[in-house]
């Protein structure tokens, strides 16, 4: 008997790993990461932690004006190439003063943000 339970424990064991492993490589070969696509910078809900579903995604280079955006908040910068985003207290990308790097993410308080740039490296 003990070997029956021991053989189960076994198998349900492998089954779990063989569905983690399924299930992170499906979100690694796109290159997203916490829902955010490659090659864009993401903003998540205020307090959703950890990040699982981005309520804005941007794509170009250049400032972004925020609107509503309170308390903290993750912010993940899923560009490549080096590429920076910068979180700014004034509109139009004015007095930027966190930078962040590709592939790096911020837990940040927005409320005295109001732009956010994508820059090339």
């Known amino acids: 008997m003990r070997r029956i339970m021991h053989a189960a424990a076994a198998l349900a064991l492998a089954a ?3 569905t983690t ?20 910078v993401c ?3 205020q307090g ?3 990040a699982a579903t981005p309520s804005d995604v ?3 280079y250049d400032a972004h ?26 509109s139009g990308g004015a007095d930027c003063v966190y930078d962040i790097a590709a592939q790096n993410g ?9 732009s956010i740039t994508l820059d090339r490296p």
């Open 16 to 18: 779990a790993a063989l």
């Open 21 to 40: 492993l399924a299930t992170g490589s499906a979100g690694a070969a796109d290159g997203s990461w916490a829902g955010c696509p490659y090659g864009a």
């Open 43 to 45: 903003i998540y809900p």
């Open 48 to 50: 959703q932690n950890p």
């Open 58 to 60: 941007f794509w170009s």
């Open 65 to 90: 004006n925020l609107s509503g955006q309170y308390g903290s908040h993750w912010v993940l910068n899923n560009q490549s190439g080096g590429a920076h985003a910068r979180l700014c207290r004034g």
């Open 106 to 114: 911020v837990w940040y308080d927005l409320g005295p943000i109001n």
